[in-house]
Nanobody
Framework: VQLQAFGGGLVQAGGYLRLSCAAS????????LGWFRQAPGKEREFVSA????????TYADSVKGRFTISRENAKNTVYLQMNSLKPEDTAVYYC???????????????????WGQGTQVTVSS
C-alpha cells in the first residue's frame, strides 16, 4: 500500500486547508484511515480517524470542532478539512492505514502499518 498526502501549505491563523491522502496498491474500503501530525521536536500525535464506511469518526481534543475527516472509497482517498487554523496546528501531517487497525486502537500510532510521506502545514500568527 502506498499513501500520498498533499494539500498542505502556508496559511494565516483563522484560515483553512484541505488535506487529501490518496492510496494505491490496494483497495482501502475496509480499512480504518487516520491522520497524525508531528511538530518540530515533538512526538507524532493522533489527529483524527475514520472507519471503513465513514459512519464513525474520532478526533483529538485539540482539533475537535475545527477539523473534519471524510473518505471517498470509490477514489481510495481520505480528506481532512481543517478550519479555524491556529499556529499550534503547524506540523507535518501524515495519513496512515493498516489492515489490522481495530477501531478502539485508531488513536494509537503503533496500530498503523502504512504511512504517507507527510505534507507540511504552517499556520502564521
Amino acid at each position: 500500500v502506498q499513501l500520498q498526502a498533499f494539500g498542505g501549505g502556508l496559511v494565516q491563523a483563522g484560515g483553512y486547508l484541505r488535506l487529501s491522502c490518496a492510496a494505491s496498491g490496494r483497495t482501502l474500503s475496509s480499512y480504518v484511515l487516520g491522520w497524525f501530525r508531528q511538530a518540530p521536536g515533538k512526538e507524532r500525535e493522533f489527529v483524527s480517524a475514520i472507519n471503513w464506511s465513514g459512519s464513525s469518526t474520532t478526533y483529538a481534543d485539540s482539533v475537535k470542532g475545527r477539523f473534519t475527516i471524510s473518505r471517498e472509497n470509490a477514489k481510495n482517498t481520505v480528506y481532512l478539512q481543517m478550519n479555524s487554523l491556529k499556529p499550534e496546528d503547524t506540523a507535518v501531517y501524515y495519513c496512515a492505514t493498516g489492515a489490522q487497525v481495530r477501531w478502539w486502537r485508531a488513536p494509537i500510532r503503533d496500530a498503523y502499518d502504512y504511512w504517507g510521506q507527510g505534507t507540511q502545514v504552517t499556520v502564521s500568527s
